[in-house]
């Protein structure tokens, strides 16, 4: 699923890439939190939006990525939450990195269907 593990050796969890990409995930996913309880909506902005629709787009991922990084943040949370961790919580991240993850695929659809219609025009 991520393309920099494909040549590692290390073993995933000692990754220092993906442990950026986890980082970047779980703070992005806070933020979301923060401002879905704040605002009632996740609101990316739109420079981010297209820089992180490319990347996606460009690294391939598909809609089961989204869902295996959806658990994995949950039970990561969960985990470093112990006892404090509440369903209510749970439902408040899972609802956080899904709004997160629909604007990402938005964008990554926005993208690909201006390169196909660049291609036709071309």
């Keep these: 699923m991520f393309s920099f ?3 590692s050796v290390e073993l995933p969890q000692n990754n ?3 442990k950026a990409h986890a980082v970047k995930v779980l703070k992005m996913t806070c933020e979301s939190a923060i401002q879905l309880h704040e605002k009632g909506e996740v609101v990316v ?3 981010t ?3 992180l629709g490319s990347v996606h787009l460009k690294k391939g991922v598909i809609e089961p990525h989204f869902e295996v990084v959806k658990e994995a943040l949950l039970r990561t949370v969960k985990e470093a939450l112990r006892e404090k961790w509440n369903e209510e919580m749970g439902l408040a991240w899972g609802e956080a990195y899904d709004q997160l993850a629909a604007a990402i695929k938005a964008e990554m659809k ?3 269907a201006a390169a196909v219609s660049a291609a036709q025009t071309s």
């Design 5 to 7: 593990l494909k040549d």
């Design 16 to 18: 220092p890439k993906l």
């Design 45 to 47: 902005t739109e420079t």
């Design 49 to 51: 939006l297209k820089y």
């Design 110 to 112: 926005a993208e690909a």
